[in-house]
């Protein structure tokens, strides 16, 4: 259940100050720090909470929330499959949003992104997710990466993007 207050508290930060936070660098499992995260440069880390630290300790692999002042990336990095990777969905609706699956958004690059618009009362969240695997393999599902994973079909590690834009609307 905490991770789903994770997704919920990073998308309310990235409308405040940056905090600095570092956990989870080089180890022994072989993650190769948040500088190889195939997400833009010069994103801010965020503090995790107490909580949210909590749950970083239990879930099998590493996580971290970073911004660019606009937007918030909720990263994670697993070496192998697992139930404990839920999708934004799951944990919006668990903190009270009302989640409208929206078409999948492709960029101009040709990536894919799962999208996905939250409403709470006046807020609108529009979120934007995928897991990349270690050939380059892209899932916007995480039913679908977990299957492939599990039946060796997809070679970790890999990462999960999380993207999370405030008061925006799908383009």
């Known amino acids: ?23 989870g660098t ?7 720090g948040w500088s190889a995260a195939p997400i833009p440069t010069g994103l801010s880390p ?5 909580r949210e630290v909590r749950f970083a300790r239990e879930f ?27 999708p934004a969905c799951d944990c919006l609706r668990a ?4 989640v409208k699956p929206e078409p999948i958004f492709v960029v101009n690059d040709g990536t894919h992104w799962g ?18 695997d270690a050939k380059g393999r892209e899932f916007t599902d995480v039913s679908a990466w977990f299957w492939a994973a599990a039946l060796d079909q997809s070679a970790g590690p890999w990462w999960c993007l999380t993207r999370i834009e405030a008061g925006a609307a799908p383009r």
């Open 95 to 98: 903190t009270g949003y009302t």
């Open 26 to 32: 080089e180890s022994a499992n072989g993650f190769p």
């Open 46 to 50: 965020l503090a995790l909470d107490a």
């Open 115 to 132: 999208t996905l618009t939250a409403m709470r009362g006046p807020e609108r969240l529009l979120v934007r997710e995928r897991i990349l």
């Open 60 to 86: 099998p692999g590493q996580i971290a929330a970073f911004t660019d002042g606009y937007s918030t990336w909720i990263v994670r990095w697993l070496r192998h499959p697992t139930r404990r990777l839920h």
């Open 1 to 23: 259940m905490c991770f789903f207050g994770i997704c919920a508290l990073a998308a309310l930060r990235a409308l405040g100050p940056d905090r600095s936070w570092s956990a």
